[in-house]
């Protein structure tokens, strides 16, 4: 390929230089041979969607990253895939019992496809309420343990249980730090070469926000300026940084292009922020299972996350009528006892929750998920704050 250049005019903008060289010549073909390649990938995969969608939830993201398969539109296609074949395996069986056609394989296997029909009405439920990717339960499972007992055994394992024990402490220890706020005193020299300051902060958050000259910062109903930034490490390890602030007229506020407002508490509420929206993660992703809860701990849960209480409390419902139906029909199909008396007891409770579904009647697997729904609102901030949106139904 030949490529002929023009001197660049120094009125136009450079967006991305570029030196033409081997190196640069033999990098550019082979991004370009790898995006050939995974295009073609691509074009396979997309036939092969709703075996995707079968997939772990982690593993489908993972093949859209390197491929570009939409982990969504795979779990969708694949949920109807499992919901036709389902349906198809109850019509066999309904056939049977009336008489239409002989018993076979397929009717005898009605327990797979009322299980199939289940989980695939579930998981187009959520892939459309959340829009994120789930994988089929029988296949996940198995993936996600083998995965878990490889990795036990692998080096990281050992580091990961003293990150998770680390993190424990810095809850503890988060919640509880507060920045180190000095003023200067008006008889102390300021020393040679240093900028004026009047005031002094010592934090553990590098503060990238503060620009020297050029950040205003509202510390209370006073305004001050960045005017010095120094890094060093405390007696426990930690880096500190140290800001030096000089104070300006309130009345030239309008002459910052940039503010910020401080609080010494501003290290505990970032990283509060941050395990807000961590725990949001996977707290809208099990919305269902907070439809078990009580009315109070769903208002709460409502308040400060993106989650419809009377909405999840009607499909939690749903799903436990469902999932009674499923447990009552094995327990009777095998004639035992307890499983079947176990999913009457869910079709009846069910029943009742949606006679008084509007004051969103807890159920009693509600106790189960309701230290779950505290943890998270451990981390509510106060004052609810704005969230990105995503797809799907709160």
Not at 48 to 77: E, K, Y
Request: a positive charge; charged letters at 25%; aromatic letters at 12%.
């Amino acid at each position: 390929t030949s490529y002929f250049l023009a001197p660049w005019r120094p009125q136009d903008t450079i967006r991305i230089a570029d030196e033409p060289n081997e190196d640069t010549i033999a990098q550019t073909a082979a991004k370009v041979r790898a995006q050939a390649r995974r295009q073609k990938q691509g074009a396979v995969l997309w036939f092969l969607a709703p075996l995707v969608g079968q997939l772990p939830a982690w593993l489908q993201n993972r093949i859209d990253n390197d491929i570009g398969v939409s982990p969504t539109r795979a779990t969708f296609l694949s949920a109807v895939l499992n919901l036709v074949i389902g349906a198809y395996g109850i019509a066999t069986w309904v056939a049977v019992l009336v008489g239409r056609a002989e018993p076979s394989v397929v009717s005898n296997l009605m327990p797979v496809f009322l299980y199939l029909t289940i989980e695939s009405l579930f998981r187009l439920g959520m892939v459309n309420a959340t829009g994120e990717p789930f994988g089929c339960a029988y296949i996940t499972i198995p993936i996600t343990l083998t995965r878990e007992f490889v990795n036990s055994f692998s080096p990281e394992a050992k580091k990961r249980a003293q990150r998770a024990k680390i993190f424990r402490s810095l809850d503890n220890r988060m919640l509880t730090l507060r920045d180190s706020v000095v003023r200067r005193h008006p008889n102390r020299p300021v020393g040679p070469g240093d900028e004026p300051w009047d005031l002094e902060v010592i934090s553990e958050l590098p503060k990238d926000h503060w620009t020297l000259n050029v950040t205003g910062v509202r510390y209370g109903d006073e305004l001050y300026v960045p005017v010095y930034r120094e890094v060093s490490k405390g007696q426990d390890g930690r880096p500190r940084h140290r800001f030096r602030l000089r104070e300006e007229d309130p009345e030239t506020a309008l002459a910052f292009k940039y503010f910020a407002v401080y609080t010494p508490e501003e290290a505990r509420e970032v990283y509060r922020q941050k395990r807000y929206l961590d725990t949001a993660a996977w707290l809208e992703s099990f919305p269902y299972l907070w439809g078990l809860t009580d009315a109070e701990t769903q208002r709460r849960l409502s308040e400060v996350y993106r989650y419809d209480a009377p909405y999840w409390t009607r499909w939690s419902i749903i799903a436990s009528i469902i999932f009674g139906l499923c447990v009552a029909y094995l327990g009777l199909y095998n004639r035992h006892l307890l499983p079947a008396l176990f999913g009457l007891w869910l079709i009846g409770e069910g029943a009742l929750r949606w006679k008084n579904r509007e004051a969103m009647v807890p159920s009693v697997l509600g106790h189960a998920f309701r230290p779950f729904a505290n943890e998270a609102l451990k981390w509510a901030p106060v004052i609810p704050t704005e969230r990105p949106e995503r797809p799907g139904k709160p």
